[in-house]
Structure formats: C-alpha cells, structure tokens
C-alpha cells in the first residue's frame, strides 16, 4: 500500500496580502526604460523608485511614513544627465544609495533622515571609469564602502566608495553583462552575460574559477549565490520558454535541478531571503509572484504558492528583514510597481496563533554593521556579515553611525555641500591611506547634507507662501469664471421660449431678405461686368 506524504515545512502556508491603496504609494511616473531592471529599491528607512523626468535621469526617494498619494512636483535626487538605470543602497548605511545612469557615471547619495525637502543634486562622490551606460550597482555583503559596477562596455569595476578608487577591474565578459552577485561573504563573485555563460571570480583578482553555459536562450539571465554557497539561475531556453535552475560552484555545467515553468518574455527577478531560504521570482510584466523553498531533499527546490495581482508589475523591491514586521509573523515584503503609477506594498505572512516572538521564523539576520573595512577586504581578508536577533524589535543605528564617524573614517556618513568633483574626491581620500593629503588640499569649509541653515528656511517659507498666493487668486479667478458660465446658462434658458415664438416670422423675414439679396447680386453682376467691357474699350 503506497501512499503520498505531505513535506513538513513551516513555510507551506506562506500568503500574501496587498495592503489598501492608501496604505500604499500612488500617482508616481514610473520609468518607461526598456532596461531590464527592478527600477525599485527599499531598506527600513525610505523607499526609492526610478521615474521619468526631463532634462536627464532622477528617482524619487520616500520615507515610509508618507503614503497615499504623492505630489507631481515631490522634490527628486536628479544629478545624472541620463536616465537612471539601477539603484541600490547600501547595507551598511539606510541613508547612502548608489545609481547607475546612462551618462556612464556611477553617484553615490546621502539622503538626509526625513527624506528630501528640495532637489538633490550634489552627489556625495561620482564614479567615473565606464564608457557606455552603468546598468548594475551592487554592494558588497560584509566590506564597508565596497561596490561593483557593470557597464554596456563589458567592464566590471569594483570600487572603494570611501576613497573614490579602483580596486579590481574585470575586463573578460565578451559581452554585456546581465547581472552580479556576491556570496554569503563577498569571497567569491558569480556573473551572467549575453554570450549566455555564467562564471564564477575570485572578485579580489578578477580570475575567471569556472565557467560554462547557463541558459541557451538568447534572452537575459540572472544569477545569484545562496546562502550556503548553490548558486539559483533563471533564463530561457532555446524555445524562449522561462527556466530556473539550481547548481553547484564546483559543477556549473551540471545543473542540480533545471526547470521549465512558461512561456514568456519577461525577465525573471530572484529574490532570495537567506534566513528562511525562500526564493521569490518576479516577472517583468507579469501579474503573480511565485515563491520557492530550497532545502537539501530532492527535488531541492520545492514550489509553494503563487501570488495573484490584476495589474502587471513594471517593477519590484524586496525589504530588508530589518524592516519586517515580527509581531505578525511577516516575513517578506515587497514594493510592486505598476504601469499606472501605483506602488502597491504586498506583505508575505506565515499564520501563527500565538502572539509571542516566532524564533523559529526569526533567525538572526543581517545588521547595518559592517564586518570589515575594504582595505581588510582587498589584502585578503573574509568575514560573514555581521547579525543580530529580531527580538524586541529593530532600531535605526544611523544615528550612531553618524557620532562615530572619526573612528570609522567614513566620509559617506559626512559629506559635503557645493563641492566640485575634484574637491568630493579630495574629501572621500580621507577613508584611505591618502587621507591627510586630501585633506589639507580639500580647504574649504562646507555644511553638512542633513544640515539646513535659517536661510534656507527663510527661502523655503517665502516660497511656500508664494504658492499660496498664487493658489488663492486662481481660486477667486476660477470662481468668477464659474459665476459668469452660470449666469450665461440661466441666460439662455430663458431665452429659449421667445426664440420658439420668432422663429415662424423671422423663417419668411429670411426668405425674403434672401430673394432681395439674390436680385441685388443679380444687379451688382451686371454692373460690374459692364464696367469691366469698357475698361476694355478704354
């Protein structure tokens, strides 16, 4: 006697919800750029999204708290002279943030607690090296001030942030490369590129380890490393049906799982939460979010369920778990983006009865500490991201970041305003060795980001009552104009009853003045061409 057992797992019944539209971000002009990217990024703090905008590239950064509808002229970060392409923030700090743009410059942005007031357009530091657009910004796991770049010129750059230097450039990817992904704890870099290969580095080197093919379809793939050092794929394959699979490092060209699940032409997004193992694939352009476990029984990754939306996502961001909610048992939470402007917040939950800390949904996770230093990281050294329990609640360490900014010698906790490029770099060679020469050439005194002077209030009140000024005489304007279309109506209801009475006599009145015009043209035809015959004559 056979019979099937159902697989133990405390995230079978995982679901989601989508949260009432005014709990969620309305009338953002989300944008239209056909790069594949998540065009969204979220941590904790704030909410940042890529938006159309004219004159060149710009997202839109929102603080949690500001829901519901958002106003058309909510001030942007708008430095790059093209469009923006990707954005991500850092790990380490929830007010720094790194976009790629196709002007082929790399910025990083200090976002002041609260969210914007005006227009930010002074970027903490710009990274110049590629020579065609930057669409892939990804930071590292454990090193403070490490970030990778990948360009539409084939290069890989791996940066030092604190000192605007480059530590490692790879330069082997034939082609495009799709996406990038460190491991668990930065040793190792795993990347997929249109030539259709996925291939492993040693990120300090650039040496290619392993390479082979990843999907045979010619489409866009992505890859990233697992926690425990698999690698999950997705891609396409030769009849442009879309495929997961799972693989080993040591065995690239033998997938462990490869799966078709359909036909379509968006780029799946991997979303992965190392603490519960879950996987999360998102379409580009389609309306269901699929979710997966990964464990180490066949058949390895083990599909859930699937969550259904109406609207087709233009884009998604995954919150850090620092920023789910524990007391409801919340697990995930994403920020879709649809083609209508609406940013809808979908919470993941597992059911749960008690109303006690889950410890078993909750592992420690990753905190906004750095392990080590990027100049421990490119001598050699490795260490796993540093974290902390969930119990009790999480708390912002911003602050105290920003008060230990002399120990940790890093500038993005304290950057300046109205510098030039050379003078940010100046200021950023005070996280290296270089620091006490930049230094002494960066003279000038500047304020702080997050600091606003009493001017600047001043400008900002007189501003807001202008506005209001000009609002109130366009209400009264809007009022008369209502007040006058209003008597003209009453006007013309009244005047319809005499008209109905005329229109008999004015009918023949017509006629007649009618046949009288038509002799006087009669008349006037005979006298001009009499005129005109003697002209002639003459």
Request: charge should be negative; aromatic fraction near 6%.
């Amino acid at each position: 006697m056979s019979f099937r057992v159902v697989r133990s797992s405390k995230f079978r019944h995982v679901y989601g919800q989508a949260l009432k539209r005014e709990q969620c971000y309305d009338n953002i002009r989300v944008s239209k750029s056909s790069w594949d990217s998540t065009f969204c990024a979220v941590n904790p703090k704030f909410l940042a999204i890529i938006v159309e905008s004219a004159g060149g590239g710009a997202f839109i950064v929102l603080p949690h708290n500001k829901v519901g509808r958002i106003a058309a002229d909510h001030p942007l970060v708008g430095g790059h002279k093209g469009p923006v392409l990707d954005i991500s923030w850092c790990p380490h700090n929830d007010n720094v943030i790194a976009s790629g743009s196709e002007d082929c410059v790399v910025k990083v942005w200090q976002i002041p607690d609260g969210g914007l007031s005006r227009t930010l357009t002074e970027p903490v530091v710009d990274l110049v090296f590629h020579q065609r657009r930057v669409g892939l910004v990804v930071w590292h796991p454990s090193a403070l001030n490490v970030l990778l770049t990948a360009g539409s010129d084939n290069q890989v750059v791996i940066w030092n942030v604190g000192t605007g230097e480059i530590l490692v450039h790879i330069d082997s990817h034939p082609d495009i490369v799709y996406s990038a992904c460190f491991n668990w704890d930065g040793s190792k870099l795993v990347t997929t590129c249109k030539d259709k290969k996925i291939r492993i580095y040693d990120p300090r080197t650039g040496e290619v380890e392993s390479e082979a093919v990843c999907h045979e379809g010619s489409k866009a793939t992505r890859a990233i490393f697992l926690r425990h050092g698999l690698i999950f794929t997705t891609g396409f394959n030769r009849s442009s049906e879309r495929q997961y699979s799972l693989r080993a490092p040591d065995a690239l060209s033998d997938p462990i799982v490869m799966v078709e699940l359909d036909t379509s032409n968006g780029v799946m997004f991997p979303l992965y939460d190392p603490d519960t193992n879950l996987i999360y694939l998102c379409g580009k352009g389609d309306s269901v979010i699929r979710y997966f476990e990964v464990t180490p029984e066949p058949p390895f990754v083990h599909y859930i369920n699937t969550f259904q939306t109406p609207d087709p996502q233009r884009g998604i961001g995954m919150m850090p778990k620092r920023g789910c909610d524990v007391t409801t048992c919340e697990i995930s939470k994403f920020y879709r983006l649809n083609n209508n402007g609406l940013c809808q917040v979908i919470s993941m939950t597992v059911p749960r009865k008690s109303d006690l800390f889950q410890e078993d949904l909750y592992p420690d996770t990753l905190a906004e500490d750095a392990a080590i230093t990027a100049e421990k990281w490119i001598m050699g050294e490795d260490a796993d991201p540093v974290t902390f329990s969930l119990k009790g609640g999480y708390v912002s360490q911003s602050a105290t970041k920003s008060l230990s900014v002399s120990k940790k010698a890093n500038i993005l906790n304290k950057s300046a305003v109205g510098t030039s490029k050379s003078a940010s770099s100046a200021t950023l060679g005070s996280g290296g060795g270089g620091g006490s020469s930049a230094s002494n050439n960066n003279s000038s005194a500047s304020a702080p980001i997050s600091g606003i002077t009493e001017k600047d209030l001043r400008d900002i009140t007189d501003e807001i009552r202008k506005l209001k000024a000009i609002i109130v005489k366009h209400e009264n304007r809007i009022r008369a104009l209502e007040a006058t279309i209003r008597e003209q109506e009453e006007h013309a209801e009244s005047a319809a009853p005499k008209a109905n009475n005329t229109t008999t006599s004015s009918s023949s009145n017509d006629t007649k003045a009618t046949s009288d015009s038509n002799n006087t043209n009669k008349e006037d035809a005979n006298g001009s061409a009499a005129t005109t015959a003697a002209s002639e004559d003459v």
